[in-house]
């Protein structure tokens, strides 16, 4: 089976403008879970979506939000985009809410 | 946020030596977790899982170990390689699809 993948792999925006990140899960998983990374705060919870709905949110502000389409593949989108915003985001999938999570790439976002 | 990564620990050993990789968990709730490896530029790997029913799980050249009485959750790896040099988080699990990840832990394995 096909990995999860993720684009783009690399972007840089400025403040102010906002992006859109996209996930496609393995082929099956139902559950999305987005993630950020950076060297000062580590790997943090976004928000999880399992059957287009989402299950569940982490300490992020209301600019972070997401969706999930019929087909299992997932977007983020940050808006208003600061500085601080400059992160690896990370798509994980799994068969199910709970279940073992495999994750992509991630997505490399420069805010300058 | 509930995963700290300010100063990653570093663990040095030599290739064929056995490597030991400590992670404290903090919800003594958490009923499911899991080990993953990150090389440079690329995401997590999974390597292993334990539920919270077991104390131990062996999988090819790893074993994870739970110790829920002190909330310790260990990873040992056999006659390590160089290969194997990447940071290593556990997480743990105990809402639906929410990992909480440890700070992880940097393994340099020397030829």
């Known amino acids: 089976k096909a990995g999860v993948t993720q684009t783009p792999r690399y972007l840089i925006k400025t403040r102010g403008q906002q992006v859109t990140l996209s996930c496609s899960p393995i082929s099956g998983h139902r559950s999305v879970s987005w993630y950020q990374q950076t060297p000062g705060q580590g790997l943090q919870f976004l928000f999880e979506y399992f059957s287009e709905t989402q299950r569940n949110k982490g300490n992020f502000p209301g600019r972070f939000s997401g969706r999930q389409f019929s087909n299992s593949r997932s977007e983020m989108n940050v808006s208003t985009l600061e500085l601080g915003d400059s992160a690896l985001y990370l798509c994980a999938s799994s068969p199910g809410s709970g279940e073992t999570q495999y994750f992509g790439p991630g997505t490399r976002l420069l805010v300058l | 946020g509930e995963s700290v990564g300010l100063h990653l620990p570093t663990l040095s050993v030599q290739e064929g030596d056995n490597s030991i990789i400590n992670c404290a968990y903090s919800?003594?709730?958490?009923?499911?977790f899991i080990w993953y490896k990150q090389e440079s530029g690329k995401g997590p790997q999974f390597i292993i899982d334990i539920r919270s029913n077991m104390d131990k799980r062996q999988g090819q050249r790893v074993t994870v170990l739970l110790n829920k009485t002190v909330k310790h959750l260990s990873l040992q790896i056999a006659a390590t390689q160089p290969g194997d040099s990447a940071v290593y988080f556990c997480a743990e699990n105990n809402q639906g699809g929410k990992l909480i990840f440890g700070q992880g832990t940097e393994l340099s394995v020397k030829p």
């Open positions: 919800n003594s709730a958490s009923d499911y």
